[in-house]
Structures are given as structure tokens and as C-alpha cells.
């Protein structure tokens, strides 16, 4: 997966942040990494972040272990880790997260389950993240009009 959503289109040019599908795999390969330590990489470092896979435990195996090796190399120690979830809700299509709908309500829409359903798991991903609290959410709204939910 290396499309970027349009939402994050003021840095994906740069990556000066860490775009969702970066936000995906460390998710799913258990791996807690801070814009300080994507500051540390280099574009190339960043590009191949982007692109290498992490959908089989294999792959993220693999990417967990050159993540932690990059970050190491960069900063003396490896970056914390998290618990993988082993039923990850972006990948349940039949339940749209509580908080999820919570902040869709604040802009007056409602998710249904087909809509939801419609969405790829990369959309509910974002979706899920940008409706985190504490997270900087002001991309929530971009993301329902762009995966046509608003």
C-alpha cells in the first residue's frame, strides 16, 4: 500500500510526518514510534517505511526488526513497544468503534454499518485514529468527506 490519503496532503510530499499507512503497519507490527525518532530517518529511510509490507506476521516480523534496527542505529535504544492487537476493530467491518461515532456526531453524522462496511480497513484505520482523544483530530472531518461520508 503506498497511496496516501488526501487529507495528508500538505506533507506527504516531505513525510515529515508519519502518514496513516506508516500509522497501519506500526499498529499491526507492535512498534510505538514517535515523530522524534521519524525525524531521525532520512527520506530514503522514510520511503522505504512507506513501502516495505507488513500484512502476514512474517512481514511484520520483518518490519518490526528493520524499524527497530533504524531507530536503534539513530538513537542508541529501541523504540517502545505495544501489544499487538489480535482482532485490530479497523478490521471488523460489522462495528463502527463507539468513539469513532462519537466523533462523527460532533460534525452531525452518523456511520452506519454499511457505510462502515463500504470502507477499506485502511480507511476505518484513520478514522479510528483521528478519533483517538488527545490526538490531533483536525483531519476527522477532511477524512468523512473524503471517504464520502460527509
Known sequence: M???FQFEADFVDSLRCIPMQVRMKLDTCGVKL???HWNQFSQ???QTLVALPCTTVEESQA???YLQNLVKEKTGKPASELAIDPH???LDASTVPAQTQEKAAEFGIAITVQQWENLTPAQRFALIKLSRPGHENQNFFPALKE???A
Open 2 to 4: 503506498t497511496d496516501f
Open 63 to 65: 518490519y518490526r526488526d
Open 88 to 90: 485490530p476493530p479497523w
Open 44 to 46: 530514503e529511510e522514510r
Open 34 to 36: 514517535k515523530l522524534f
Open 147 to 149: 471517504f464520502k461520508l
